[in-house]
């Protein structure tokens, strides 16, 4: 298993994030490597501070977006032999307590995906988040189980496990170009449910950090459509 956050200047958010991954029950189970994506404000000279403890990271030479850094993840993994990749946040959202509800399923189930909801069950835990990430979160996962058939209720949230042998079905190309920004994240989940691969979701906490260390770096309207464009690309058969 190789955990890796993905992350952009998020140098004290991200030195928690690895700082809780090394406390948690996971750190004796996985591999960890940070994927940084050509950061500008000292995030990558504090990853490689933890060198030490067994941290591992690949930096960009250039900024290439959140997609580029995931298939940069996924393909290392590959290439190292591991089974199993866990995405998660870089901001500190995601609990490294919550990773092994995502592994469960692929190691005793068989499952391909598993995907991380805050709104699996009754109530949801979406922590302090804005209201338009609030509509916007909701109404994304509508559109998913519209062009797939089947039941999704968090297609947004990047905190997932993935079974890596699929990413080998050459049905499934995420070196498009055009998978660079949030794209790839909603085409792998696409994929794998249209696919025929065994999806699920699990639940998970997400919680958003103050107010003044900010939200998210994805810009409302550029943002919202390149996690929306592959619904309709694929979907309507634009892009395979």
């Known amino acids: ?61 250039r900024q290439c977006g959140v997609g580029a850094a995931i298939r940069t993840a996924i393909r290392h993994a590959q290439q190292n032999g591991y089974d199993i990749i866990v995405i998660m946040a870089g901001n500190d ?34 922590g302090d988040m804005p209201l338009y990430r609030k509509v916007a979160t909701r109404l994304h996962p509508l559109l998913m189980s519209f062009f797939t058939g089947a039941k999704v209720t968090d297609s947004t949230n990047g905190f997932r496990a993935l079974r890596l042998a699929i990413v080998n079905d050459r049905r499934m190309d995420i070196d498009q170009p055009w998978l660079d920004a949030y794209e790839l994240e909603p085409y792998l989940m696409y994929k794998t449910i249209t696919l025929g691969y065994k999806f699920t979701e699990v639940f998970v906490t997400k919680v958003y950090p103050p107010k003044q260390q900010g939200y998210t770096k994805m810009k409302p309207l550029l943002g919202w459509w390149s996690i929306l464009k592959p619904l309709f690309y694929l979907g309507l058969g634009i892009k395979k």
């Open 1 to 61: 298993i190789l955990v890796c956050p993905v992350a952009y200047n998020e140098n004290i958010k991200l030195k928690r994030v690895i700082e809780r991954f090394l406390k948690s029950p996971m750190r004796s189970r996985a591999d960890y490597c940070v994927v940084d994506d050509c950061s500008t404000d000292g995030t990558s000279e504090m990853i490689r501070s933890f060198a030490g403890e067994g941290v591992t990271t690949i930096r960009h030479a």
């Open 93 to 126: 959202k995601d609990n490294p307590d919550e990773i092994p509800q995502l592994v469960k399923p692929i190691l005793e189930d068989g499952y391909d995906l598993v995907q991380g909801s805050r709104y699996k069950g009754a109530v949801g835990s979406g």
